[in-house]
T-cell receptor
């Protein structure tokens, strides 16, 4: 079975702090994809990143960075120098080759960034 | 181009009523997905179309839920005899040909069953 766990329900930081959102996944698939989505108060899910299981290279995009470690089945997301506009719910998700394109989402982490 | 659009954005239904939720995918996207997001939870997969073919409907919670995409473009999710537990946000997503793992989501329809 596939499962995504985001243990942090809510995180509150002050603007300019760095914050890491944790994601742990379970899958028996040999080929799978991991995702992060942002859901601002407007409700629309915004795609942030996709990684496939064969590419463990970490990625940086502006203030965002992702750390994928197969050994610990983790795909953590770090926001550097957080801003108020980063306040949102962030979802980690998983899609595997045996599940087709069905995407399994974690419960989400609500991030509050205070000015 | 325009993103995924959904209508209505909000729907209030009395228990027992039927509802129809519409999704307009991004032009040219052959894959279309429906998800249900309960309050405080992550989205849960309902069903998936490739063009007009419904390839996976394993997530539909009961036979009261029915989805169609007759011409391979616009899709409708229909819920018959709505129950209070159907209250949720219903999200539609579409993806580009050859890259169904990168799904673009619409704003969702918030359904409240009273």
């Amino acid at each position: 079975a596939q499962k995504v766990t985001q243990a942090q329900t809510e995180i509150s930081v002050v603007e300019k702090e760095d914050v890491t959102l944790d994601c742990v996944y379970e899958t028996r698939d040999t080929t799978y994809y991991l995702f992060w989505y942002k859901q601002p108060p407007s409700g629309e899910l915004v795609f942030l990143i996709r990684r496939n299981s064969f590419d463990e290279q970490n990625e940086i995009s502006g203030r965002y960075s992702w750390n994928f470690q197969k050994s610990t089945s983790s795909f953590n997301f770090t926001i550097t120098a957080s801003q108020v506009v980063d306040s949102a719910v962030y979802f980690c998700a998983l899609s595997g080759n045996t599940g087709g394109f069905k995407t399994i989402f974690g419960a989400g982490t609500r991030l509050f960034v205070k000015a | 181009g325009a993103g995924v659009s959904q209508s209505p954005r909000y729907k209030v239904a009395k228990r027992g009523q039927d509802v129809a939720l519409r999704c307009d995918p991004i032009s040219g996207h052959v894959s279309l997905f429906w998800y249900q997001q309960a309050l405080g939870q992550g989205p849960e997969f309902l069903t998936y179309f490739q063009n007009e073919a419904q390839l996976d409907k394993s997530g539909l919670p009961s036979d009261r839920f029915f989805a169609e995409r007759p011409e391979g473009s616009v899709s409708t999710l229909k819920i018959q005899r709505t129950q209070q537990e159907d209250s949720a946000v219903y999200l539609c997503a579409s993806s580009h040909p050859g890259n169904s793992y990168e799904q673009y989501f619409g704003p969702g329809t918030r359904l409240t069953v009273t």
